[in-house]
């Protein structure tokens, strides 16, 4: 077979079912190729869009997801996928076609060194210059692509690599096992959190993956340790648990914060140093264990004073069977629980004003959707709000990034999460600039036949940016932008277009979309005065219980 057969039938070896992307002529070896195989192909609009499903793929699957593009502008499209990819931790082939490498006609015509470009944003990334070569890389890649930390790698394929016939064959795929943490370390870890008044759990992005859900859910159940999520790290444990405390959505000065500063251990599970801090260490009375595959980053607000290391569901099972703790609820933190359901799920969530608040929106969406259901969010104001007052139940019912935090990748996360999961429901909350970004992707969606709801709050501005200016005390400039009708733009891509116009419509609204077929558009304003309110006046004055 030629290059580009042996690529597919590599990448059939490897469990491939799904690529996204958008061919070029580089890649029609390869296209062809494709055409004959278990392979699906999805083509998108834009690049990015499938760089943003690819990675998300990888995210819900723990399988590497592939993205396929043709050499230079293709290429280029691609980099903040793959730098999305790249912090947030998810496994993802990207795919480069190039012109032939050995002669070619056509000069330096569309191309740029995509490899070079790709190095420093990519766990490895390499042209290939000989066919017969093919299956050991795909296999190397695909290991180190899911290998923690997880994340993206890349291929350039040549035209004239794509037709080189070789008689190689794909390499048999291989299960491999992750290291074990030392039973010193778990033991002295033990000893740590048994000495505690105020012990901790803290669950961040890498706890959501593989067998570890199970393990935290035992090691809080034989506890009863209180815990709190990171913004990535929301979903582990059912945040309905009476040991919950919520989401760090800020890093300082929020309620749960009050149980923090009052922590005199914190186990940190799955901490990746991308997010945004969830509490800022100092050299006080608190000690920090850090819970991970890997050895700690240490920087001026990381700095744990001891370390278990190994796969993280072996260290944490084996922690519950070494710890003595006693299980009844520590006062100070069902307090502390008990006035984050006040002030954070309840006081606010019934604003009867229009626009809705973003509380209001947070709450009618939770009200409304399916217990199982996915809230795929792009990066705005809102995502805030709903880190910190949408209750997550499973791993990976809200979505979102807060790594590289880049617009416009909302919407194509939800359409990967809707072909993955067909038959739960699927909602993409984004705001209108970031909607506008890949807003293409709606024929995509249409073209596939996706029941899907895309909420997009609309506030004719750059939200969260404008909250910042006015924190700084700086005059509004320069974030105003005017929308297109959402309605009709909804409708002309043959999806169904609707506007929330008076309090309490979106969860009605949101209902018939959901028993509903095909893509639907919800328009939703909304109203961040309470940025102002919450985030800077209340806070501000909150006292933390005694």
Known sequence: MNGAELLVKSLENEGVEVIFGIPGEENLAFLEALRTSSIRLIITRHEQAAGFMAATYGRLTGKPGVCLATLGPGATNCVTAVSYALLGGMPVL?????????????????????????EPLTKFSKQVVNAGTIPSLVRDIFRLATEEKPGPVHLELPEDIAAEETSAHPIPVTRS?????????????????????????????????????????????????YFFTTQMGKGTVDEHLPQSLGTAALSEHDYLHCAIDRADVIINVGHDVVEKPPFFMNQGNMQVIHVNYALADIDEVYFPQHE??????????????????????????????????????????????????????????????????????????????????????????????????????????????????????????????????NSQEMETAIRLQLNLVVIVLRDDGYGMIKWKQAGMNLPSFGLDFQNPDFIQYATSYGARGYRVSSNGELGEILSRCLASPGLHLIEVPVDYSENEKVFFQELKNKTCLL
């Open 94 to 118: 990207f795919i480069t076609g190039q012109k032939p490498i050995k002669k070619s006609k056509q000069g330096r015509f569309q191309i740029i060194n995509v490899v070079r470009m790709l």
């Open 177 to 225: 096992f992750r290291p074990l943490a030392p039973q010193t370390a778990i033991n002295r870890a033990a000893r740590i959190i048994e000495k505690a008044k105020y012990p901790l759990l803290v669950l961040g992005s890498a706890a959501k993956r593989r067998a570890i859900c199970r393990a935290v859910n035992e090691l809080i159940n034989e506890s009863g340790i």
């Open 308 to 437: 278990v290391t190994g796969d993280i569901a072996d260290s944490l099972t084996r922690l519950s069977q070494t710890l003595r703790m006693d299980p009844t609820p520590n006062n100070f933190f069902q307090r502390i629980h008990e006035e984050i359901e006040t002030q954070v799920f309840s006081s606010h969530c019934k604003h009867n004003n229009f626009p809705n608040t973003p509380q209001r929106i947070v709450s009618d969406i939770r009200a409304t959707v399916a217990r199982d259901s996915i809230i795929s969010l792009d990066n705005g104001m809102y995502k805030i709000w709903f880190a910190r007052n949408y209750k997550a139940t499973l791993p990976y019912s809200l979505l979102l990034d807060n790594a590289l935090a880049t617009m416009g990748a909302g919407f194509p996360a939800a359409i990967a999460a809707k072909l993955i999961y067909p038959d739960r429901q699927v909602i993409a909350v984004c705001g209108d600039g970031g909607f506008m970004m």
